[in-house]
């Protein structure tokens, strides 16, 4: 059996590769496995069936299911499945199946689990604690890339918290389109831009490379070419394809500003992740490109900045950072999201609560300009 913590080339897309999930599971030995799963989606999408049928084959001897359904992921969610996990002995895979929370819950338990916690908090605290669980991801949505990445993120009093372990990237993914017939319009295209976030951030992150740019690049064409397209199976599968090549971006680079600044809007007023990445993006994006050398970070150069807005201007097909400002703001009024934050239940007086918890480490230090809560909340005022 292999080692935990290595990505393989053991990656499946397209109609019908949920189907290699069976000589997976029989070729592995997976006799025992824990499954976490989307309360609603699971059923709706059909996997539920898949896996009744994969249940009863003579090499699986258990597959417990552990369902939940929530966005911002809380501590004491985690906890509450933790104690249904860890009843569980012997598990030879952890599989999840289900969006960028469903596979977080798993990543963090499956820690939890591989440690014999007494609490899944301890995952938190203890940053040399690794997985040693072969993981299986099969993500029901189109723009987490969480199938890809070595961290997770968790809630702890409605503050961010990431954890971070190769340990985390799975033995298998598997991108399965048809999954994703089911999937509400809106929480289809909220995934979608978090993906196409991801990859814009990627390109002018200051921990961008070479190779987490041209993951970068492979993402936002896929994405910017199947946004707006009429819903087929070949566009599911493109999205999906999209969101892979983001989340292996960003496992490089890291997301930026706009992605901190989301947290709190997500964690306090509950907008879905993708929508409150996107809202501050356009800004967040002239903002960079006018960095200066005195408000720049010290790990890029304004040459650097410049070369990787050029790319930006020509995946997105524009000439300047005002048109490019402009078709960010068309990619999300074409999906019908609207762009201020008034439209999505947020108060000019909760301005002030989303810039004092917006500057996260690792995450807004790798914007290339350096941002403030003054600057930050002077932002979210242009947007309200």
Wanted: proline residues 4%.
């Amino acid at each position: 059996m292999r080692s935990p913590g290595i990505l393989h080339d053991n990656f499946f897309i397209g109609e019908g590769s949920l189907a290699h999930l069976e000589s997976i599971t029989e070729k592995e030995n997976y006799k025992n496995i824990l499954l976490f799963t989307d309360t609603t989606g699971f059923r709706l999408c059909g996997a539920a069936d898949y896996f009744k049928r994969l249940e009863a084959k003579p090499y699986i001897n258990k597959i417990k299911e552990i369902s939940y359904e929530g966005k911002a992921l809380p501590i004491e969610d985690v906890e509450r499945l933790y104690i249904e996990a860890k009843t569980e002995s012997h598990v030879d895979a952890i599989i999840a199946v289900g969006g960028g929370t469903v596979i977080d819950v798993a990543k963090i338990i499956s820690i939890a689990y591989s440690n014999r916690c007494e609490k899944a908090e301890e995952v938190l605290d203890n940053k040399t604690l690794q997985n040693k669980t072969p993981l299986i991801f099969i993500p029901t949505t189109a723009g987490t890339g969480s199938e890809t990445t070595s961290f997770a993120v968790v809630y702890r009093n409605r503050i961010k918290i990431s954890v971070v372990s190769n340990s985390l990237l799975p033995h298998y993914i598997i991108l399965e389109p048809l999954l994703l017939r089911s999937l509400p319009g809106p929480v289809l295209h909220s995934t979608v831009l978090d993906a196409l976030a991801q990859a814009t951030e990627s390109i002018w992150a200051v921990g961008g490379t070479e190779e987490s740019r041209g993951y970068a690049r492979r993402a936002a064409v896929l994405i910017l070419e199947n946004i707006h397209k009429k819903d087929s199976i070949l566009r599911l599968n493109n999205l999906q394809l999209g969101s892979y090549w983001a989340g292996k971006a960003i496992n490089i680079s890291k997301t930026t500003l706009s992605h901190s600044i989301s947290y709190p809007i997500t964690a306090h007023f509950g907008v879905p992740h993708g929508i409150a990445v996107f809202l501050t993006l356009p800004d967040v994006a002239e903002l960079n490109y006018f960095t200066t050398e005195e408000n720049k970070q010290d790990r890029i150069e304004l040459d650097q900045i410049n070369a990787r807005f050029s790319l930006l201007f020509s995946l997105y097909g524009v000439e300047s950072i005002h048109e490019l400002k402009r078709k960010l703001k068309e990619v999300m009024v074409g999906l019908n999201v609207k762009t201020r934050l008034r439209d999505h239940g947020i108060e000019a007086d909760d301005l002030p609560l989303i810039a004092a918890n917006a500057l996260t480490k690792g995450r807004s230090d790798n914007n290339p300009r350096k941002m403030s809560e003054d600057d930050i909340l002077e932002l979210l005022h242009k947007i309200f």
